[in-house]
C-alpha cells in the first residue's frame, strides 16, 4: 500500500472517529430519554419523539393482527362472497394462504372462509406451542 493511499485512509478514519463516538453513545443517552430519536435526520425535530401512545401488546395487539388480517381478507375476496378461491389469494399475494389452502380447505370445496382461516391458524399454533397455548 503506497503512502498517499495510507494517509487518506487515515484522514478518512480521523474524520469518522467523532461519528462513531456520536452513534456508540446514543444509545445511553436514548436510555435516559426513555425512548430512541427517529433516525431520519430529514424528519422536522418535534417529529422526532416516541409516540403518546404506548405500542399494543397482548389481546389487543392480537385484535389488531386479527382485525388487519380481516382486512386483507376482505380486499382480496373479488366477488364479495366471503370466501377467497386460490387464485383470489394468489393474486392478492396471500402466500401463506395458498401455500396452505388445501389444509385450511379441508372439505375440498376450493374456496376458503375467513373463519376457515383463523380455525386453522389456532390449530397450527396449538401443534406449535402445545394445549396451553392462547386463543
Known amino acids: 500500500m503506497n503512502k498517499l493511499c495510507l494517509m487518506t485512509m487515515l484522514a478518512a478514519l480521523t474524520l469518522m472517529l467523532p461519528l462513531t463516538v456520536t452513534v456508540m453513545a446514543a444509545p445511553a ?7 430512541a430519536p427517529c433516525a431520519d435526520p430529514c424528519l422536522p425535530q418535534r417529529l422526532r419523539q416516541a409516540p403518546a401512545t404506548p405500542a399494543a401488546a397482548g389481546t389487543a395487539l392480537q385484535q389488531q393482527a386479527v382485525a388487519k388480517l380481516r382486512q386483507r ?3 382480496a375476496d373479488q366477488d364479495a362472497n366471503g370466501a377467497l378461491t386460490r387464485d383470489e389469494a394468489r393474486q392478492a399475494g396471500l402466500g401463506w394462504l395458498v401455500n396452505h389452502f388445501d389444509q385450511i380447505d379441508s372439505a375440498g370445496s376450493g374456496k376458503v372462509r375467513f373463519e376457515d382461516m383463523r380455525q386453522y391458524i389456532v390449530k397450527r399454533r396449538k401443534q406449535a406451542l402445545g394445549p396451553a397455548a392462547p386463543q
Do not use: Y
Not at 29 to 35: C, E, F, L, R
Open 29 to 35: 443517552a436514548w436510555a435516559q430519554q426513555g425512548s
Open 73 to 75: 381478507f376482505t380486499e
